[in-house]
């Protein structure tokens, strides 16, 4: 497919349990963004690569979030431990460009539900 | 605190009825404003996007209109139909491209 892909699409996991989240971007978009969107609420940013490097991760709410994208492509958000307050829709995002006015792409998401 | 100030939480129209989504920012380096809808279940798709440089912004029914002065931007959208029941999201941001999302509009156009 040409859109942006996410998987799982959806995830229920124990608190104290760690999970991984992966984003397929469109190929050839050089910026991915994560967002946090929580129930009836607007997508919240959490960080920021441009090709493999991680520009911007002011958004993390904790060190339990992580994320990588090692080869510039497909993007992994690891939260560890995870906790009831983590249960939110994860969105990934792709643009073509860096830091400029580019439309951002955004996938699916991951409901994460932490029981 | 919300970057992005957005109103109404719902709103219902009546089909061929216009609606009106408002949002308000305080960050004067906010240069970018786009709206995105989004439908249950699928993530959101940017509808239309403004830059200060211009007051209104139409693409078919959707018309931004912009007031730099009152840091405050609105949605219109035109003959509504029920296919325009979505969720819909204000946003801003600065050329570094992260976006700040108002907290969304649920609107519902009854046949």
């Known amino acids: 497919g040409a859109g942006v892909s996410q998987s799982p699409r959806y995830k229920v996991a124990k608190r104290g349990q760690d999970v991984a989240l992966r984003c397929d971007p469109i190929?050839?978009?050089?910026?991915l963004f994560w967002y946090q969107q929580a129930l009836g609420q607007g997508p919240e940013f959490l960080t920021y690569?441009?090709?493999?490097?991680?520009?911007?991760k002011s958004g993390l709410p904790s060190d339990r979030f992580f994320a990588e994208r090692p080869e510039g492509s497909v993007s992994t958000l690891k939260i560890q431990r995870t906790q009831q307050e983590d249960s939110a829709v994860y969105l990934c995002?792709?643009?073509?460009?860096?830091?400029?006015?580019?439309?951002?792409?955004f996938g699916p998401g991951t409901r994460l539900t932490v029981l | 605190q919300q970057q992005v100030k957005q109103s109404p939480q719902s709103l219902i129209v009546q089909k061929g009825g216009i609606s009106i989504i408002n949002c308000a920012y305080e960050?004067?380096?906010?240069?970018?404003f786009p709206w995105y809808q989004q439908f249950p279940g699928k993530g959101p798709a940017l509808l239309i996007a403004?830059?200060?440089?211009?007051s209104e912004k139409k693409e078919g029914r959707f018309t931004i209109s912009f007031n730099k002065s009152a840091k405050q931007f609105s949605l219109h959208i035109m003959d509504s139909q029920p296919g325009d029941s979505a969720t819909y999201f204000c946003?801003?941001?600065?050329?570094?491209?992260?976006?700040?999302f108002g907290t969304g509009t649920r609107l519902t156009v009854i046949p």
């Open positions: 190929s050839g978009h050089v910026s």
């Open positions: 995002a792709s643009s073509l460009r860096g830091p400029s006015y580019n439309e951002q792409f």
């Open positions: 960050n004067t380096a906010f240069d970018y």
């Open positions: 403004i830059r200060p440089d211009v």
């Open positions: 690569f441009q090709n493999e490097a991680q520009l911007d």
């Open positions: 946003a801003a941001s600065t050329w570094a491209n992260n976006l700040f």
